[in-house]
Every structure is written in structure tokens, then in C-alpha cells.
């Protein structure tokens, strides 16, 4: 095969080798989620497209599709593992596909999920209506694009860690994320740390590991 | 002499010359106050040292020395111009030099001023307590480093227009004020405009041909 | 709805919620058009294809559509604040689709609006025989690219407050409208501020809070 | 006072406030410490000089320097919270300023610590024989310059969060800790998120924050 | 002709003219490719599109087409030259057109070669199991996007000559390639050279030259 | 000697050999000067100090310093060539520095100078005031920081080559020069050319290579 | 109309005003075409299409097109002008369109023109056969992307004003023409100035301007 | 001791542990050379001070200084290995730091050197009158600044590895060393691999690794 599954990962680092379809053809991912299905791995497929989904659900049956989160998702058994749960927050309707994808991913991962949408700073009286539900979180992603400063507002609310995803939403100056992620690096809330722009999938990986912490 | 005085920019744009010390010699900006004090003009300096004050004050009695916000100012007569005040709002300590900045320039400028500091973001509820303040100026000036949120917060609680003033505060990927002048530029609230970092001069320029307006 | 109207945020900031289309599908543009006329919303859809018109014509009888703006207006009736008027001065042709962005918000923000278009710095002398029309402004709105002199140019030469619009127009080391954004940024002129790249809807915005002051 | 102590901190977001020392004076530092001894409050300073520690240890007797690190620290008593230990791992000799920054505000915030230091992939072997110490932390800081590849490695190795710092420590075309920046934003390990360049003490915070989950 | 083949350049740098295809219509490459193949000249195209392929095998009967790496190769006889061969080592699978464009290119400049895929520092274990193959090299290609560590942790365990390749494999803080490309210019092993981003042809230039020596 | 006189270069580009001081010690500036002076060469030695020229005085004897400048020249006869003068415009007092080391290296190579300073287009009437001047030259050299646009300015009202010049004049996002670079670079007049930040000497340079021409 | 042409133009500034084809419709490069041919005025449109070489030869009889360059041209009558020719030397056979940009213009304002193409230093030896027609020039155009060494080569070698046109021809790590654009602005030669990326049209405008001064 | 030596270095990558003192104080490289030392290990220390030595002379009796290239060296005894020699070639006086620590690591590390400067492209016939000795070495190592074009030009006359050191020599747009190294990357000449700015020491250990093939 033309990939070698990391089939050990899972042991080693508390995350499952998973398939990040940018850059693969229909073909190559719908060969992979076979293949993954027929070992009895659950599959969760990132950036994926239409056509992409419409090959997977041939030979994986009951393979779920997230066409917002652009993901693929197949678990042969569903359980809750952590805790808590993990708070997924996002500042316009424009970053809920990155926020989705931090959500399935989490999901995947057996974490539960609350999500709190469309609440940055422009109103940020949205925000303080659903404080209550971010801060029983027992870890907190933020998702903002453009000035990014919800992951500071967040952070300086809750005393719960908080993984910042800068989003590419925005035009001219946003330099496609740069300036979100340098909001989120210089946060003057000193527990937010930051993934890269877009990056739902890396923020729910490591909320998983945080609230599967006994 | 060295430097042409622009002495009909007043007339022309509503601004005063004014004396920008760095790059100059103790020598030059004492000279140069002097020169305006006997031909009746009022004097701003910015970005003065101790040094640059001793040598002013021996030229023009009753100079007054900010020495936080760097600047020298003599006015030969006092008066308020503007329906209403400006307001100077800060994140942080360490902001408060450009701040100050900006306070002196628009008080020489004849501007009513009100000055809220230390209300930034990692601790918003600062910022609510004095926003009463705030909305009641007729234009807003906001100064803040490191991620520089709090001028999209401002921008969405209040109906006047906000002139953000990225500072150079912070470390690494700050890069020298990079991270909140790009924060700014990408507001989220839609009445922000943003000057050059640490520009507390500028925005104070800004702001008093506003508070001007009939 | 996939969105949450920020119904409250024209009271709050003085500037209605508003589509922003980029990044949105034709359908959802026009349910959201749909939604705001049926509440008796007046509605400003910006980023806006062809296609997009065509879609909400259907549900918004009367709908006004700016091809070179990419904008949809509709307002349940006309009124005009503001004391005095915006201008809008533009220095190329290539710049006309961000000045009419901003003369069509700056519009539909019940301003009345004077533009100067195509009086760039190649050939000043355009400019000095519209000083009158720009002087009389209460507040200037100035949309370049390239190097993005005019702003600089104007902001010397009017005492009213001065908001630089960088557009992208250019190629090679205008890196998408950072030259002009940078020039503006630095003004030797006092009284400029500036808002994001191509952003002449922001640039109203401020421009009707200013306006708007008595 | 010229700050205003952020006294409620340490309830809203389980980290107290700190002082930060760069940029303030001597005799500021040194002022505030005070304050906060008399306060009964404990102290943390950050970025301090030897100048500093003098004339702290005049004002809170049983003041800690850790002339490394750059702290300075004094707590009224000592209690270890959080179920298990933070490791701080770090690549070279010259990040162990950064690290021990790191390691100090951990302590301070209650949190047992276990540092590795000098096991960069310049001698990958280093890092296999300190692996067991490493993998049974309940979360993991990650401190590195120049190409900053030890927290992708350590990532791959470990099934706890890793918070990576990228340190400034280089020349050329590391431009300030950028490299390393970039290298741990890029982490092909899915578990790992960034703080700001050189910040060890965000880094600390966020372990704690995590270590004290139950 | 449109371009001047600079025929003497193998006698002078050891590297014979080769066609860069990007930014050439498939009517020119197949034109050069006939007049390379009527001199007597071996032919190497990069970068070449499936249309490109069709073109030139009308032309040159017995032309090789490698889809992945982008090559159509053309030897009018093997050889073998190099007292070794050239490792190239690649971290995952996205890297391997990159790969592969150093692979057809050494083999085209008459290197043995082995390729040693898919060993990322996500897993690196995977390296180990293949550290043999790349000790007896007598000069080791490696290839990684994001953060490009695998060049550093190779450059650590090896005493020969090691040529980074950055490749733009990634997104957000990638910035095309440049996070691997800083990591690998800032390598702390010190035996690692560099070139451009994707730029497997060059590398194997340089490799090829270096394994010729006798 | 540690240096290599390329003493055919004025032969082969018209221009000698220049002693460019920055990064050398006192000792080896007046060494090479004193060489130069011994071998009947005319000398100018750019971006020196004031203890440069203490050392170089004792051992070329006349040899004249423009503090202003950085300059040092000495000539063994005194000629004008060129058939008329290089006009050298400069935006501000602060710019003059640059505009200076133009003059003297445009002087050293025999060309007749006009100089016409602050005359920046904050206040553009002092430019039209001049603009005789100007318009009269073969050549003309405009520096200007900040926003830069004096170049763009000045070549729309001018038939004559405009070499731009950008200084690093200003703070924050003028980033050391790079505002006026990308200003000037990207000038919307179409006769403008542009040489590095700070480079008064290679204005001078090609300013004198055209206006030599017969 | 929707473009002011700046008639005036050609007497103040010696360059007559031209078409920039980029951004505008095939109809209106058309309409602004057959405006100019009615106006008796010489045509130059730049960065054209086929399409809207198609639509300007219906009403522009006998216009010329240059696919390679991209160009429009048609003069009413022909002339030479200059005292000598304008030699245009390009690196390789990609910089080609933009040295043909150059020629076109250059003709087309009334230069000799002679082309030395294919001459970068990857064989520097193809440079030196040409060197007569280069040095005999009286103004020199070099094009060159990649690392734009050929500027600094061409600007040792001759004793004419060398313009420098950095291309964005290369990939990676040459950011679209930024590495060719560096290079240029720091060339050890020192008669050498720069103009935009690709921008042919501007360096022929300055050449023709320097030919013709007499 | 504060540094754990990587003892197994040498055999592991065949480049033995080396003192890189920039960071260091004075104290820690004396006492980490006078360990070495006392183990029978030859030492080198790179980026020293003149008091380093001063202290280091004291403890290694026959300590080496090369105060150009700022290095300190020591070798039990002498012995030369590697089938030819090391050519390093530099292009301007400014370059000679650099280029000297590249030759003392090289000779350090057993390696014949020639060293040829100053002969960069402002004047190339330098160049071609020295490319016998060049030509002939086994690898040649090509250290330049501002425009870098030097390793370009080499790099096509040569039948050998090039590794290109770009320096930070220049000012202005040459950010630092980012030109040359941005060039010497985009070297159209094939043969040629980069590493750091100013990094002749990381130049020197991959020549001697090529250098020692046999
Ligand atoms: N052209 C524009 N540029 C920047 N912001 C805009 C523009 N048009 C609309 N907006 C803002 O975007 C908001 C809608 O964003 P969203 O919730 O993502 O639909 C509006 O309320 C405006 O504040
Ligand atoms: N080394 C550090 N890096 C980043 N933030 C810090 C550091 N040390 C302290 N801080 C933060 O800075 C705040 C004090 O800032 P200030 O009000 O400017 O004195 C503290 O409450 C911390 O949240
Ligand atoms: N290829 C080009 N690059 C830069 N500027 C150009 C180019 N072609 C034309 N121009 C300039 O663009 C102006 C026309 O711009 P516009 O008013 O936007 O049509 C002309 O008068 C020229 O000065
Ligand atoms: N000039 C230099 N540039 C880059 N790396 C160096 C230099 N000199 C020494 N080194 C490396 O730095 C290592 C020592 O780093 P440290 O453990 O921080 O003292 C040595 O083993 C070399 O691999
Ligand atoms: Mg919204
Ligand atoms: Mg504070
Ligand atoms: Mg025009
Ligand atoms: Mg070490
Ligand atoms: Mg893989
Ligand atoms: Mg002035
Ligand atoms: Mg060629
Ligand atoms: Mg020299």
C-alpha cells in the first residue's frame, strides 16, 4: 500500500491514526476507510469532500458525513469516556466549519461536547449568557477568526485550560489567519494556548487527552 | 534655520505644528521651542527625554514635563473647545505611556479628556464598570498591546467612533506591536479605525478634529 | 437559522447588523435578506455575486443592486442624518469598487455622500480642483492602492478627520494591499486613521458615527 | 497606586496575579512586592533583575531568586496540588532560562515538577533514556529553539497534552524563536499546542490549570 | 528556437540542461524534448502535466513517465555511476512527489538510489527500523513539510552529508513551506544543508555531484 | 593589505572605488584612506564617525566632513561634468541625513547639485513653491520615510527620471524603511525607480551615470 | 465615461497615459481604445488578453499584438527618438513576457530597442558573448528572476544606469518575486535602481526618459 | 556541570561536541575547555570574545585564537584528512568573519583549505582569475551578503558541491541577511545548498563530511 498505517499510535499517544484527505483522491481515501473498516478501526476522515463521502459510504456502511465539519466519521461502538465535557466556543457563523471539525473530532475521541456558537466580542453580551456552560467545562476550545480576541475574553474568565484556533475567516490584513494567531499567542489570559489556523482537528485532539486525565 | 516651521497648517488642517524629538539633539528641540515661544505659538513636544525638559524649561518658563507620556507642552492661554470629552481607554500598565501620550496631545489640542486605565480584557469586568464613562464621550480613543482585543470589545458596547492605538507592549510573537495592530485592523466591530503603533499623538490629532464637529 | 441576528446592536453601537456574503451560499444570502425584510429590516448585503441579486430580488421586491459596490440595499423608507456630508475621494478607477462599497453604507447609514473619483497622485492637479467639494466634508473617506500617497496628500491639505481606505489594487510588491496599507499606517499627515484592506464598508461605518455627532 | 492589583483573579481563573517585571523599575517592582506581602498575598515576579531581588529581599523577607530563571518568588505557605507532576523538558543549555521560568511559576502554583533538560535531537538517544520520567507526567511542557523539532518528537512519544514554548535561543534565520514558533504550530503530533516565544511562565500556567483537573 | 540549450553545461558543473516545464505549454516541452532526443541528448522533465506526457512520447518512443513525481525521463543508455548510493528518506506520505522528484533525478543522473518513506517523527520508531539503509548511504535526502524535524533528528544520527528538502505540505502556519524551511535552515545538527521549498530536483543535483566524488 | 582596491572599477562602470565604513575599525578606515591618498586616488568614505575623520585628517590633509552626511571626501582637482545639475528632494529635516550623503557622493562624482528639503507632502504648497527647480534638473533624487509618497508626487509632475529613495525614518509599522519601500516601489507614477533603504550613495550613483550621458 | 484620462499627461511627464488592462472587461479595454484612435492619440495597453486583442482590432485598424508580452500597440505614425538604443537583457527563457513587456513599451515610446535574452549566470559565459551590444547602450534593462543575480553582474560591468525588473518567475522560497526584488535593492554594484516586480512597462518608462535627455 | 557533553557525538556523526560560546559567559566556556581539555578532547569554541580567550589561554596552555573569526581552537596533535581540499570563497572584505570561522572548522576538522576573497560579482573578473584553484577543490564552500549572487555565479562554473553561507553583511532591505540567504535559495545554478545566515561553522562540518568520503 502506498501508506503505512501507524497502528500503534493509539497505545502510544492516546490518539488513533486518522486520514487528513487534503492533498489524497476519492480513490486513495475511500481505499484507506476500507481498509481501516475491514481491520475493525474506526474512522474519522478530515477535509473531505462530497464525492469523497459518496465512495466511503460504499464500503463502509453507516458511515457518517459532517458536510459543514467536512468530515467522515465511523465508530463500530459508541462510548463516553473524561469526565466532563469539552466546550467548544466560536465567534461567528462564519468559523463553525472549524468549529465542527473540533467537534467531531472530540466526539470521535468519546469526548461530550457542548457547543456555544456566534457569541464574539462585536456582542459580547451573547458571551456572558452562556458563561455558565463554559465554565463547567472541564476544558475549553475557542475558534475565532479575524481579530481573535475571544480567546483572550474566554480565558480571562474561566479557570479551566483553554486550546485558542485561530480561523483563516477574514479578508486583506488577516493575512489568511496571522492575525487571529497572533492574538491568540500574546492572549493576556495566561492559560490559553494556541493550535495552528484552522486546526479543529489538533485542539479537540488535545482536549481529549487533557479531560481523559483521571 | 534647520527645519521650515509649517506655520500655516493650523489654518489649513486644524493641527498645530508640533515638535517630534526622537532623532533630534537636546540642543535642536530647545532651539526650536524657543524659537515658537517668542513667536507666540504653543508647544507640544513628544517623545522628549529628562535632558531635552532641563534644556526646554530654561527657555520656556512654565513648560510642563509629562514624564510618563514623554512630552513637553506650553500653552500661552487655556480654553476647551469640543461639545463633549475624549475618552482614553488602556489595557494595561504598561500601555499607559502611549495613553498618556495621547491625553497630553488632545488636552493641548483644547479637548475635555477622561482617562480609563488597566481595564483590559484578561479582566473584562474592569472594562463594564467604567462604561458608563466611555459611552458618554463623543469619540473614544483605545490603547492596547499583546493581543489588543479590547479595542473590538469597546467597539461593540458603544455608538461613537473608537480610534484604536496598537501598542508595542509585550514580547516574541508580538513583534513589536505587529500582533494588535493587525488585531485592530481586523475589528470585528465595524466602527474602529486604527493608526500607527504607539501612536498616541496621532489618535489624539484624530480625535479632537472629531470632538470639533459642530 | 444558522445565524443569530444581533438584533439589538443597532441600539447598542449605532450600526445595524448586516450580510456579509462572502463565504455564504446564494440560498443563504437570500433566506437571510427574506428574514430581515419580513421583520421590517432595512438590509445591506455586501460582497454580493450576480447571482445573488437575482435570488433576493425574488423575496425582497425593490431591492437595489450595485454591480460595481457588490452590494444589495433595501430600505423600508429614506431618510438623511448627519449634518453635513461624507466624501469619498478614490484615486484610480481600479479603486471604484471599494469606494462605492463605501458610498453605498455610508447611504444606506442615512449619510449623504460626495464622491471624487480617479484624482490619484500620477496627476495632482485632479485633486486641487476638487479640494472645495472635499473641504466642505465633514468627515473623508479616501480609497487608494498602490502606494497609497493620497490619503497622506488629502490629510494635509483639510481639517476634518481623514479615514484611509489601502485597496489591493496593484501586482508584485503591493503584496495585496500591504504597501498601501503600510503608507497609510505611516501618514505624515496627523489626522489619518485607517481600517482594513478594501474594507470600505468599516470605513462608513466610522464615517456615519462621525457624521452623526451633533 | 499606579496598578490596580487584579484581586478577584485567582477565583475567576484559578491563576492569582503576577508581576511582570519588564518594563517596570526597581523601585516599582519592588513597591508592588511589598504590597502584596503586606497583603498576605504570595508573590511571583517574573523577568526580574539582580537589582531587582536586592531590593525586593529589603521588603519581603524569605524572598526566593532563581537568577536563571529570572524570578523571584515568596509564598506565605507550601501545599502540592494536582494528582501528579508537570515535566519540563528542554533541548539545550541555552533554553534552560526559559524552562526554569517555566518551572518556577509551576511550583509556584502549587504543582510538583520534574525537569529534562539537554536532550535535544541533535542526540535523539538522550531524550530514550529519560523517556519514563517524561511519559508518566500528567502534562507536559516542551521547551525548544532554533528548528523547536523536540515537541513533535516528544508529541509522538506520549499519550499526555504537550505544551510546546518555542525559546528565541538561535541567530539568523531563526528570527527571534519565528523557526521554532512555526515548527510547533506545523506539529505533525496531534496532541500539542503553543504558547508565546520565550513564555514559559503561560506554559506553566496552562499545566497547572490542566494538572488540577481532577 | 525560443530557448538556448546551454549545451556545454555538463562539461562545466557535471549537470546537463534539463527541462523545467511549469510555466512552458505542452506544445514547447514536446518541441525541446524532440530536439534533445534528435541531439543525442537524455531528456529530464519536471513538473510536467499528464498532456505534457502524451506530447512528448509522440515524439521521443520509449519516454518514461513517473505521475508522481512529475518527470518524464528519457536515457539513450543506464549507467551507474557513485560509489554508493543516495538515500532519500521522506516523513509522510504528502511528501512523496517531492520524493520522487529526487528520486527520478538522481537515477537520471546515474545514482543508485533508496527510498525510505512515511517515517515522520509522529512515529518514529518507524526511522529506527530503517536506520541501517540510511547510515550506508553515502549522502541522505530528506524530505518533510510542517515542521520539517525529520531533517534534524536524521542530521543526528548519521556522519555523512545530509540535503534538507522543505516541502509546502501543510496549512495555516505553514505558510507554503516556510515553517519547514526555517526548521530545517536552523537544523542543531550541524551536517544539514538545505534548498528551495519542494525542490527535490536540486537536491539530488547537489547529492549527485557529492557521491561522484572520488 | 586586507582589502583589495578594485582600482580598474572607475574604468568599467564609471564610478571608483568608495570606502564604506560601517563595520570597520577607525585604524583600518584611515589605512585604506591614506593608501588612496598616496596613490593620487580621490577619496570618499561613507557612513563614518566623528573619530573616523579625527584619524583620517592626520593623514589626508584637507580632507572635508559632512557630520550631516557621514561623509568624508577629498578630491586632488575640482571638476564639474554632466550637462546639468541632480536635483536631490528630501520630505523632511529628518530625511535630510540621506539626502545629504547623496549630495556629497553626487558632488565626489563631479555632478552640480541642487538641494530642495521639507518639503513633504504634508505640506505640499513647499513643493509646488519649488517645483522650477526641480522640473530644471536632468536627474532627480527624492527621499522621503515614512508613507513616502513624495516620490509618487514629484514624478507625476516631472519629465525627468525620478530616483527614489526611501529612508527609515518613522516607528512602528513603518518597519525600519519598509513602509517607503513598498510606497515607492509600487508609484503610481510610471517614471520612478528605487534603490535600498538608507542608499543616498547609489541614488548618487546612477544619478550621475545618467546625467553624465552625452 | 468611467475613466478620466489624464490627457495633460504625456506633455508633464514626457510618458503618455496607457491602458493597464488587469481588472478591466474586454469591452472596456475596447471602448477606452477606440476613444484614444478617435482622439488621434498612440495606443499601449498592457497585461491584454487574446479576447481583448479580438475586440480592439474591430475598432482599432491595424493594431499590433505581442502574445508573449501581452501588449496592444498602435501609433498613428513612427518616430525614433533617444540618442542611442535601450538594450534589454533577460536571465532566462520565463522572462521572457516581461522583457517583452519592456520592449514593447519602450517602442512604443519612440526607443531603439536591443534584446539580449537567455543570458543568466547559471552560464555566465552566454553574458560575456554579448557584452558589446550591452555596454554600447545607453540605458540598461535587466530582467531576472529566481535570485535576480544578473543585475548586480550586468551593473559590475558596464558604465550605464541599469534598471533592474526582479521577475516572480521560481517557486518556494522565491515568495512570487520577493527573492529577486531583495536581491536587486541590495546590489553590491552600485549604478543599479529597481522597479516593481514584473514590471516591464515601468522600467521601459524610466529608459525611454533617461535616452531622451540630450 | 551545567552541559551535559554529547561525548558519542563524533562517532555517532563524525563532528566531534563543539563550545558555541554566544550566550555563555566567560567563566562557563573557560571551564567547559579546560574539561575538554583535561578528557583529551580537542577544542573548538566558536563566536568567542577577546576575555574569552584571555580566561581560556590560562586553562588550555596552546589555545588558538583567531580573532577575525572569532574562534578559539586546540588540537592534541595534527593531522589531515579528506582525499583534497575545501575551497571558501568570499565576496566581499565584510564577509571575511564569516568565511574565517568556516575555515578554522574546517581545518579543525582536518580539512586542506584554500581561501579565496573578496571576489564577488561588483567586480567578477576577480573572480574568474582565481576559479583554477576553485575548480579544483572537492567542495567549495561560498559565503556573501547583500545580494548573495556570488554562490549563484560559482555554483554554474563548477563541477563540484557548493554550499552557500549567506551573511548577514549589508543594511537596509537586506533584513538582516534574509537577501543573500532568499537568493542562494533560489540559485538557478543547480548544485548549490544553503544553510544559516552568518553559519560558516555548520558550512564547514558538511564540506568536511563530503570531503571524507572516500
Ligand atoms: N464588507 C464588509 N467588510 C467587513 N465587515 C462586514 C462587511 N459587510 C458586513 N460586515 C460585518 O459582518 C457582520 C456579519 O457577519 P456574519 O455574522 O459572519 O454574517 C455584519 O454585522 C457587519 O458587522
Ligand atoms: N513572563 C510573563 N509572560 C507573560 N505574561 C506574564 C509574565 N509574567 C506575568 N505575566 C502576566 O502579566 C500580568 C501583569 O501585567 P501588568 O498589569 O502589566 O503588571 C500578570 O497578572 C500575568 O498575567
Ligand atoms: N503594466 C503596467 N504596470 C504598471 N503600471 C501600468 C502598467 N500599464 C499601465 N500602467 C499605468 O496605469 C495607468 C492606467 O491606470 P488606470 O487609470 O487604472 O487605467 C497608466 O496611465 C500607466 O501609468
Ligand atoms: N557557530 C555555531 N553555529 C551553530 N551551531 C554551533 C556553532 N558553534 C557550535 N555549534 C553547535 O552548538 C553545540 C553546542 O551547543 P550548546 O549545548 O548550547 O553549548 C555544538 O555541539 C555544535 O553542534
Ligand atoms: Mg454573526
Ligand atoms: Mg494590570
Ligand atoms: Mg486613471
Ligand atoms: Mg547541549
Ligand atoms: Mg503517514
Ligand atoms: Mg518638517
Ligand atoms: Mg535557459
Ligand atoms: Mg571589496
Same sequence: chains 1, 2, 3, 4, 5, 6, 7, 8.
Avoid at 476519492?26 to 469532500?49: E, F, H
Wanted: one cysteine or more; hydrophobic letters at 45%.
Amino acid at each position: 500500500g502506498f501508506a503505512t498505517l501507524d497502528t500503534d499510535r493509539m497505545r502510544r499517544t492516546g490518539l488513533p491514526e486518522v486520514i487528513y484527505s487534503s492533498g489524497k483522491t476519492v480513490k486513495q481515501v475511500a481505499q484507506i476507510a476500507k481498509r481501516m473498516y475491514q481491520n475493525g478501526m474506526d474512522i474519522l476522515a478530515t477535509r473531505v469532500t462530497d464525492a469523497m463521502f459518496d465512495a466511503v459510504k460504499e464500503v463502509v456502511p453507516g458511515a457518517q458525513y459532517n458536510p459543514l465539519a467536512k468530515t467522515i466519521t465511523y465508530k463500530h461502538s459508541e462510548k463516553k469516556t473524561g469526565k466532563g465535557y469539552v466546550a467548544i466556543v466560536a465567534a461567528g457563523t462564519s468559523d463553525m466549519p472549524v468549529a465542527e471539525e473540533a467537534a467531531e473530532t472530540a466526539r470521535f475521541l468519546d469526548q461530550k461536547v457542548e457547543t456555544v456558537y456566534d457569541v464574539g466580542v462585536a456582542g459580547i453580551h451573547r458571551l456572558f449568557h452562556k458563561l455558565e456552560v463554559i465554565r463547567e467545562a472541564r476544558v475549553i476550545i475557542v475558534v475565532a477568526g479575524m481579530e481573535g480576541a475571544l480567546a483572550s475574553v474566554v480565558g480571562g474568565l474561566v479557570d479551566k485550560p483553554v486550546i485558542g484556533v485561530p480561523s483563516s475567516v477574514g479578508y486583506g490584513a488577516n493575512f489568511d489567519g496571522l492575525s487571529a494567531l497572533l492574538s491568540m499567542l500574546n492572549s493576556c489570559a495566561s492559560g490559553v494556548s494556541v493550535v495552528n489556523i484552522d486546526n479543529g482537528f489538533g485542539a479537540a485532539c488535545q482536549a481529549a487527552l487533557i479531560n481523559k486525565l483521571n
